[in-house]
């Protein structure tokens, strides 16, 4: 699972996204440049097949949905968040 999500150079992208309280696609896609509809549908979709994620579809038209960070999720978040602090310090040290 989490070389499934770290190598997807868009889960990262994503999890700043939601953090910042962007939870909706459209959103998220005119934010980044470069990100594509169907990247980022199969990003989130294995992060809701995961539990990183979740998804509340508002019944709605047009469609409205959302994506929420579940607690698994603020966790694992959480240990990536760590790693990256220590690959810097590995980073740093002569």
Known sequence: MVETIYGCKWSLT???LLKHGINRPGEMVRKVEG???K???ECLRKN?????LERLAFNEVPP???YHVTDFGKRFMFILDELEK?????NESP
């Open 39 to 41: 990247v980022l549908n």
């Open 48 to 52: 809701v097949e995961f539990g990183i």
């Open 14 to 16: 994503v999890y700043q």
């Open 64 to 66: 409205h949905v959302e």
């Open 86 to 90: 220590l690959q810097d310090e590995i």
């Open 35 to 37: 990100l594509s509809t």
